[in-house]
T-cell receptor, first 118, second 112 residues
Framework: GAVVSQHPSRVICKSGTSVKIECRSLDFQATTMFWYRQFPKKSLMLMATSNEGSKATYEQGVEKDKFLINHASLTLSTLTVTSAHPEDSSFYIC??????????????FGPGTRLTVT | GEDVEQSLFLSVREGDSSVINCTYTDSSSTYLYWYKQEPGAGLQLLTYIFSNMDMKQDQRLTVLLNKKDKHLSLRIADTQTGDSAIYFCAETLDQAGTALIFGKGTTLSVSS
């Protein structure tokens, strides 16, 4: 159990276009979902925290108008990279925290999405 | 401030034990985690320990926590080539709801 999926796994887009990445909790309901960005040889950087039905909370330095997060249901969150630039190329990973009692300290990660902006 | 530090590389021979170390700065950490990331993949939760515990063992994995020194370690017994990956130490500060704070990861290389 506790599987998180991401779609797509890889995407290549042209500079100036927008890309949407989906994060789904497949067999549990997630109270909170997180979006991370991972740079080569660097740790994961938290971009934003989203709770179902409310606005996402962005970390300092993350542009909310560029990285749009929608958490429409307890099993789906989306990250849209708008007007993508080559510097947005990265590995984006989502995670989800279960609402089930006893599992709230566990965070389950998706497999990641490799975004390349040309 | 919050900071999690790990050594960047560890190289061991197959069959040996691996010990990956991590230090953290925030004494209010509640849970500490170890994640494994294989090339091109997401993170797999290996184990976690509550801050009032000293040790947790799960098959080949042993986690030791020294809360006084804010030091966490992951020992992998009988290391196999399939254990080659990046291992991330992470902490969370609250009861529930906030994100994990990660170290930069330790790349474990296992040679046969």
């Amino acid at each position: 159990g506790a599987v998180v999926s991401q779609h797509p796994s890889r995407v290549i887009c042209k500079s100036g276009t927008s890309v949407k990445i989906e994060c789904r909790s497949l067999d549990f309901q997630a109270t909170t979902m997180f979006w991370y960005r991972q740079f080569p040889k660097k740790s994961l950087m938290l971009m934003a925290t989203s709770n179902e039905g409310s606005k996402a909370t962005y970390e300092q330095g993350v542009e909310k108008d560029k990285f749009l997060i929608n958490h429409a249901s307890l099993t789906l969150s989306t990250l849209t990279v708008t007007s993508a630039h080559p510097e947005d190329s990265s590995f984006y990973i989502c995670s989800a925290r279960s609402r089930d009692r006893g599992l709230e300290y566990e965070q389950y990660f998706g497999p990641g999405t490799r975004l390349t902006v040309t | 401030g919050e900071d999690v530090e790990q050594s960047l590389f560890l190289s061991v021979r197959e069959g040996d034990s691996s010990v990956i170390n991590c230090t953290y700065t925030d004494s209010s950490s509640t849970y500490l985690y170890w994640y494994k990331q294989e090339p091109g993949a997401g993170l797999q939760l290996l184990t976690y320990i509550f801050s009032n515990m000293d040790m947790k063992q799960d098959q080949r994995l042993t986690v030791l926590l020294n809360k006084k020194d804010k030091h966490l370690s992951l020992r992998i017994a009988d290391t196999q080539t399939g254990d080659s990956a990046i291992y991330f130490c992470a902490e969370t500060l609250d009861q529930a709801g906030t994100a994990l704070i990660f170290g930069k990861g330790t790349t474990l290389s296992v040679s046969s």
